[in-house]
């Protein structure tokens, strides 16, 4: 069974780090791309990274330039969002998205609370 799992979010304080994983079972996403997307409250559903293939070239949101960092362990079949210097607008449902055998998998997401 195919399946992405996400886990690390939590409630943070402004200026802090989380790091968010999205693991993969049921294929091996080494070479696929992967997306980290982000859903806020009342608001629409926005890509924040994407990383392509085996190569780990990535691409970032430019409200997220600078302060995140997408990244994959191969030999965990994980894919990761380095977050620092989180911001209050960075509260969010946070999912990863990968294709695979020609459809588009979610995972089922993690909440990020940034809050003083």
């Known amino acids: 069974q195919v399946q992405l799992v996400e886990s690390g979010g939590g409630s943070v304080q402004p200026g802090e780090s989380l790091r968010l994983s999205c693991a993969a079972s049921?294929?091996?996403?080494?070479?696929?791309?992967v997306k980290w997307y982000r859903q806020a409250l009342g608001k629409e559903r926005e890509l924040v990274a994407v990383?392509?293939?085996?190569?780990?070239?990535?691409d970032y949101a430019d409200s997220v330039k600078g302060r995140f960092t997408i990244s994959r362990d191969n030999a965990k079949n994980t894919v990761y969002l380095q977050m620092s210097s989180l911001k209050s607008e960075d509260t969010a449902v946070y999912y990863c998205?990968?294709?695979?055998?020609?459809?588009?998998?979610w995972g089922q997401g993690t909440q990020v609370t940034v809050s003083s």
């Open positions: 049921g294929f091996t996403f080494s070479d696929n791309v």
């Open positions: 998205n990968a294709w695979y055998g020609g459809r588009t998998y």
């Open positions: 990383i392509f293939g085996a190569a780990g070239s990535a």
